[in-house]
């Protein structure tokens, strides 16, 4: 009993570690904030449980540092993206862990890049349902912003990855599904 409560309070460091880490990134990123790239190392790297609540806790995060710190308008467009992103970062997780679980037979390199397509594709499906549902969304899916927010999304992988890799190599958590097949 005492070990899984230690492999409890681990993963929930990991989690506080990774929305601490995406507090930061806000005030950088703004709206970019990379929930599909969050969405897939969550389906890669976390139990069952502890996937939605990593995401959920990301975009709860997200969401309050914009309106208190970064001044979001408190206005029923801004409140209505906010819960849309919710939905996005949400469905990406569960699209990605589908793909994690479809794609496991075909090795690591599928799982890598299935989880982080699904994720991106569940998550910007979201968005583009919302930008004909809400104001100010005309310009949410142009060239330009598809490909800042395809490259925001690819690197935080890549340094999310990285960021698991040295949590495992200190012990703060257990490998990941894709390194539990090699």
Do not use: K
């Not at 075909?106 to 499906?125: C, N, P, R, W």
Request: glycine fraction near 10%.
């Amino acid at each position: 009993m005492q070990a899984s409560t230690g492999g409890a309070e681990r993963r929930l460091i990991w989690i506080g570690f990774l929305t601490v880490a995406t507090l930061l990134a806000t005030g950088v990123f703004a709206c970019a904030i990379p929930f599909a790239a969050l969405a897939a190392l969550a389906a890669l790297d976390t139990e069952h449980n502890d996937g939605p609540l990593l995401v959920g806790a990301v975009w709860l995060a997200n969401q309050v540092y914009g309106f208190a710190v970064l001044g979001y308008p408190l206005e029923a467009q801004a409140l209505g993206w906010g819960l849309f992103m919710g939905i996005g970062a949400m469905a990406g997780y569960y699209a990605a862990r589908a793909a994690v679980t479809a794609l496991s037979p075909y090795g690591i390199v599928a799982m890598l890049l299935g989880s982080l397509v699904m994720a991106f594709l569940a998550y910007e499906a979201a968005l583009f349902v919302a930008s004909y549902v809400l104001p100010r969304g005309e310009g949410a899916f142009n060239y330009d912003v598809m490909a800042y927010v395809s490259t925001v999304e690819a690197i935080a992988f890549v340094v999310l990855l990285i960021a698991h890799r040295l949590a495992v190599a200190t012990g703060l958590i257990g490998r990941n599904a894709v390194e539990r097949t090699i």
